[in-house]
């Protein structure tokens, strides 16, 4: 059975679900878990019973007692003052009304039923003015309480309740410490708190119609009292044992001898296994959420785990969003089909207003789809507009970078290697172009020619995604190839099946090109590293008698002329790059978050693409970097002077440490890294993340030692190219000779 029906399945009657927010921030998306969950609970009582309410309280009496950064130096003032009495940022309203606006949004968008009531209102109103009489006259009982639970003993002077200051209009800075029967007497104090600092005044007032207010758990009970609440249910944190809950209980229970309402704990969401913070950056926002997932999709998320379990939710990098789609589509024909009643209880109960049934087409193809020219027609046809919307973003911020592609305008260079028999499947499947429509049937097709040509499917439809979108994988190539117009993959088939000789030659050009090192006293590539990277080529170079500045003219305007050429450049362009994207496989494999270390290629030209500009290090390392850019190539260079050769690329040995440039203390390695390393120990982390300080280029350094990285995608003939054009660099701004060249191939 449903978790919702099997936990009410007992109860009649007049229900009061109840629920509180404090609108004082953005709303990470567990915050929304509370809104649906109570929302749920409610459409199960009302099918059982006509007489039930749901309410939401945005509790903007309570006083601002931490801000958002954004806001932390202009809003510091308002510390202490009451959400409702502080000026939107926005200017439209209150503190309160500028974040509950958004909290309205999402809850209208989520098909939320609920009533929603401004705590302050209340209090101004009146509502909880006998609640306030009764805790006030009955304040022993709430010391009581209090003493039980905290194991301390609370003064006569201790009372259940703050005024507003009518000095400061502080209310985080009250202290009640008399009531007699009609007035407090008040004290406004400056150390009360360490967040807000009171005036210094006293006096007297009545403590009703919004001139004072409870702390939150007498505040809780007394909301209990007022409305009569019968369900309210809470984040796991105020639902421990002798927590916020248990102390409102009690209050409740010895003050208006009541019984609290009916309650459960429901858990967080996890990002790595950490409770979701917006504060701490940790998750998404529930705006975020609500751009990647349908609202039918947030509301299933939301209640498909038993809500007193962690659910794990990071979608960066992951397939956990088209997983959650999938399994939407699961519950979807449990529903229609007559499946599992649980399943299907559970899609009904994430529907907003009417039943819709969600398109078949999976949400992992929709992602391929929107990344396809010309697909706008097949997924109007589906009924997927709002799909694509969502799937749109996913690719954007959230898919791992294997299922990107783009198609290429210009011949991807995996392309030119292709052999005689794939350009003969590519001359025939272009043959055949014209007269396909259906991809089903033109998926086989494709996959008999490549059957005849002695391939296998995977090996059929590489060649295809090489030509097209530069990757030995990709989306269903029929699918893909009927979305591009048939004369350009004509053109781009044919061409590449007509590049034979020409292309041949080229290839074995270049090889013989290579200038290959071959010298172990200079550097040499472990055996492991030769072993897991096939494609490593490493290029080296020695420059003796260089002289380096902090600047120079002319240095500065090619590097002004080059951030001008990268104008528009945007982060995910980046991620479209196949040298970059070798460097992410590569950190990958190296157990790396490339999001929280960058390859170097990466690193200097996403600062370009949020247009932070670029280093100024010294005229070599300015020079060189520029190679970096141009080529996305990676490389460093070091003082030849302090490296004790013979240099080596390997693994590093657990524990291994080295003394980053710039740090003060030393950083280990994993045994999955890898690093250039000479007698001394290593001088680079994660190849070309950061470099160690004791071997760095500063303006004493006279000879200089060179590596460029090749790996996966990144060729022998591009490192070369690399190579030769920092040496080339360097020299024009250092002068020099150039000693030793040469590329290091597995
Ligand atoms: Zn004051």
Not at 65 to 91: F, R
């Given at each position: 059975?449903?978790?919702?029906d099997k936990?009410?399945?007992?109860r009649?009657?007049?229900?009061?679900?109840?629920d509180g927010?404090t609108?004082?921030g953005?709303?990470h998306m567990?915050?929304l878990?509370?809104?649906?969950?109570?929302?749920?609970?409610a459409k199960v009582l009302?099918?059982k019973n006509?007489e039930v309410?749901?309410?939401?309280?945005f509790?903007?009496?309570?006083?601002?007692d931490?801000?958002?950064?954004?806001?932390?130096?202009?809003y510091?003032?308002?510390?202490?003052?009451p959400?409702?009495?502080?000026?939107?940022?926005?200017g439209?309203?209150?503190?309160g009304d500028?974040?509950g606006?958004?909290?309205?949004?999402?809850?209208a968008a989520?098909?939320?039923d609920v009533t929603?009531?401004?705590?302050?209102?209340?209090?101004k109103?009146?509502l909880?003015?006998?609640g306030?009489?009764?805790?006030?006259?009955?304040v022993k009982?709430?010391r009581?309480v209090?003493?039980?639970m905290y194991k301390?003993s609370?003064?006569?002077d201790?009372?259940p309740l703050?005024?507003i200051c009518?000095?400061?209009?502080?209310?985080?800075?009250?202290k009640v410490?008399?009531?007699?029967g009609k007035?407090?007497e008040?004290?406004?104090l400056?150390n009360?708190v360490?967040?807000a600092?009171?005036?210094g005044?006293?006096?007297?007032?009545s403590?009703?119609?919004g001139n004072?207010?409870?702390p939150?758990?007498?505040?809780?009970s007394?909301?209990w009292s007022?409305?009569q609440?019968?369900i309210?249910w809470?984040g796991?944190?105020h639902?421990s044992?002798?927590?916020?809950f248990?102390?409102?209980?009690n209050?409740?229970?010895?003050v208006?001898?009541?019984e609290?309402?009916m309650?459960?704990?429901?858990?967080?969401?996890?990002w790595?296994?950490?409770k979701?913070?917006s504060?701490k950056?940790l998750g998404?926002?529930?705006?975020?959420?609500?751009?990647?997932l349908?609202?039918?999709?947030?509301r299933?998320?939301?209640?498909?785990t038993e809500p007193?379990k962690?659910v794990?939710?990071?979608p960066?990098?992951?397939?956990?969003i088209p997983?959650l789609?999938d399994d939407y589509?699961?519950?979807?024909?449990?529903y229609f089909?007559n499946?599992?009643e649980d399943?299907?209880r559970?899609?009904e109960?994430s529907q907003?207003g009417?039943?819709?049934?969600?398109s078949?087409i999976r949400f992992s193809?929709l992602a391929?789809?929107?990344?396809?020219?010309n697909?706008?027609?097949a997924?109007?046809k589906e009924?997927?507009?709002?799909?694509?919307k969502?799937?749109?973003v996913w690719v954007e911020?959230?898919a791992?970078?294997s299922?990107?592609?783009l198609?290429?305008?210009e011949?991807p260079?995996?392309?030119?290697n292709?052999?005689d028999?794939?350009?003969?499947l590519?001359?025939?499947?272009?043959?055949?172009?014209?007269?396909?429509?259906?991809?089903?049937i033109?998926q086989?097709?494709?996959?008999?020619?490549?059957?005849?040509?002695?391939?296998t499917?995977?090996?059929?439809?590489?060649?295809?995604?090489?030509?097209?979108?530069?990757?030995?994988?990709g989306?269903?190539?029929a699918?893909?190839?009927?979305?591009?117009?048939?004369?350009f993959?004509?053109?781009?088939?044919?061409g590449?099946a007509n590049?034979?000789q020409?292309?041949?030659?080229?290839?074995?050009?270049s090889e013989r090109k290579?200038n290959v090192l071959n010298?172990s006293?200079?550097?040499?590539?472990?055996?492991?590293?030769?072993?897991?990277?096939?494609s490593?080529?490493?290029?080296v170079a020695?420059?003796k008698?260089v002289t380096?500045?902090?600047t120079?003219?002319?240095?500065?305007?090619?590097k002004?002329?080059?951030?001008?050429?990268?104008r528009?450049l945007t982060?995910?362009q980046l991620g479209?790059?196949p040298?970059i994207l070798a460097y992410?496989?590569?950190?990958?494999?190296?157990?790396?978050?490339?999001?929280?270390?960058?390859p170097?290629?990466?690193?200097l030209?996403r600062?370009v693409a949020l247009q932070?500009?670029?280093?100024?290090v010294?005229?070599?390392v300015?020079?060189?970097?520029?190679?970096v850019m141009?080529?996305r190539?990676?490389?460093?260079?070091?003082?030849l002077d302090t490296i004790s050769?013979p240099?080596e690329?390997r693994?590093a040995?657990e524990?291994e440490?080295?003394l980053?440039?710039?740090d003060?203390?030393l950083?280990?390695y994993?045994a999955?890294e890898l690093?250039?390393?000479d007698?001394?120990?290593?001088f680079s982390?994660?190849?070309?993340y950061?470099d160690?300080?004791?071997t760095?280029?500063t303006?004493?350094t006279k000879?200089i030692?060179?590596n460029?990285?090749?790996?996966?995608?990144v060729?022998a003939?591009?490192?070369q190219t690399?190579l030769?054009?920092s040496?080339d660099m360097?020299m024009?701004?250092?002068g020099?000779?150039?000693?030793?060249?040469?590329?290091?191939?597995a």
């Amino acid at each position: 059975m449903f978790w919702g029906d099997k936990l009410l399945q007992n109860r009649s009657g007049r229900e009061f679900v109840n629920d509180g927010w404090t609108p004082s921030g953005i709303v990470h998306m567990g915050g929304l878990k509370g809104p649906v969950i109570h929302d749920v609970l409610a459409k199960v009582l009302k099918e059982k019973n006509k007489e039930v309410t749901n309410n939401l309280s945005f509790d903007d009496f309570d006083p601002i007692d931490g801000l958002p950064q954004t806001l932390a130096e202009s809003y510091k003032d308002y510390m202490g003052i009451p959400i409702c009495m502080v000026p939107s940022p926005d200017g439209k309203g209150t503190f309160g009304d500028f974040y509950g606006r958004k909290m309205r949004e999402m809850i209208a968008a989520l098909g939320i039923d609920v009533t929603i009531y401004l705590a302050s209102e209340n209090y101004k109103k009146g509502l909880y003015n006998d609640g306030i009489k009764t805790m006030l006259d009955n304040v022993k009982k709430v010391r009581k309480v209090y003493e039980e639970m905290y194991k301390k003993s609370l003064k006569d002077d201790w009372y259940p309740l703050q005024v507003i200051c009518p000095q400061c209009n502080k209310l985080g800075t009250t202290k009640v410490i008399n009531w007699d029967g009609k007035e407090v007497e008040f004290v406004c104090l400056p150390n009360l708190v360490t967040w807000a600092k009171g005036c210094g005044t006293t006096g007297k007032m009545s403590p009703f119609n919004g001139n004072a207010k409870l702390p939150w758990k007498p505040e809780w009970s007394i909301k209990w009292s007022t409305f009569q609440v019968t369900i309210e249910w809470s984040g796991k944190d105020h639902m421990s044992k002798g927590g916020s809950f248990e102390i409102a209980a009690n209050i409740l229970k010895a003050v208006f001898d009541q019984e609290a309402p009916m309650a459960q704990a429901y858990e967080f969401f996890l990002w790595n296994g950490k409770k979701m913070s917006s504060s701490k950056g940790l998750g998404l926002t529930g705006e975020e959420l609500l751009k990647v997932l349908s609202p039918q999709i947030a509301r299933f998320l939301m209640i498909k785990t038993e809500p007193n379990k962690a659910v794990e939710f990071n979608p960066v990098g992951t397939d956990i969003i088209p997983k959650l789609y999938d399994d939407y589509q699961k519950t979807a024909d449990a529903y229609f089909n007559n499946g599992d009643e649980d399943l299907a209880r559970v899609f009904e109960l994430s529907q907003i207003g009417e039943v819709q049934r969600p398109s078949e087409i999976r949400f992992s193809v929709l992602a391929q789809w929107v990344q396809m020219p010309n697909m706008e027609g097949a997924i109007k046809k589906e009924g997927l507009e709002e799909w694509a919307k969502y799937a749109r973003v996913w690719v954007e911020k959230y898919a791992p970078e294997s299922v990107k592609f783009l198609v290429q305008q210009e011949l991807p260079e995996e392309a030119k290697n292709l052999s005689d028999k794939q350009k003969e499947l590519l001359k025939k499947v272009a043959e055949k172009i014209e007269q396909e429509q259906d991809p089903e049937i033109f998926q086989t097709h494709i996959y008999e020619i490549g059957k005849e040509l002695g391939f296998t499917g995977k090996e059929t439809f590489a060649a295809i995604y090489k030509v097209l979108i530069g990757k030995d994988h990709g989306p269903k190539a029929a699918w893909l190839i009927l979305s591009l117009e048939k004369e350009f993959i004509k053109e781009r088939f044919e061409g590449v099946a007509n590049m034979k000789q020409e292309a041949g030659n080229k290839n074995q050009d270049s090889e013989r090109k290579i200038n290959v090192l071959n010298d172990s006293k200079i550097f040499s590539i472990a055996t492991e590293v030769r072993e897991k990277y096939p494609s490593i080529s490493v290029g080296v170079a020695v420059i003796k008698g260089v002289t380096i500045k902090e600047t120079n003219p002319d240095l500065e305007k090619e590097k002004q002329q080059l951030l001008d050429s990268l104008r528009g450049l945007t982060t995910e362009q980046l991620g479209q790059y196949p040298e970059i994207l070798a460097y992410r496989k590569l950190y990958k494999s190296m157990g790396i978050d490339w999001h929280s270390r960058r390859p170097s290629p990466e690193a200097l030209l996403r600062r370009v693409a949020l247009q932070k500009g670029l280093y100024t290090v010294n005229t070599c390392v300015d020079a060189y970097n520029l190679i970096v850019m141009k080529h996305r190539i990676s490389m460093g260079a070091f003082n030849l002077d302090t490296i004790s050769f013979p240099t080596e690329v390997r693994f590093a040995k657990e524990n291994e440490e080295l003394l980053l440039l710039g740090d003060t203390e030393l950083t280990k390695y994993t045994a999955k890294e890898l690093g250039y390393f000479d007698t001394k120990g290593g001088f680079s982390l994660d190849i070309n993340y950061r470099d160690a300080q004791r071997t760095a280029v500063t303006l004493d350094t006279k000879n200089i030692y060179l590596n460029v990285d090749g790996f996966y995608s990144v060729t022998a003939k591009q490192v070369q190219t690399s190579l030769q054009e920092s040496c080339d660099m360097i020299m024009k701004y250092c002068g020099g000779k150039l000693e030793t060249f040469g590329i290091e191939i597995a």
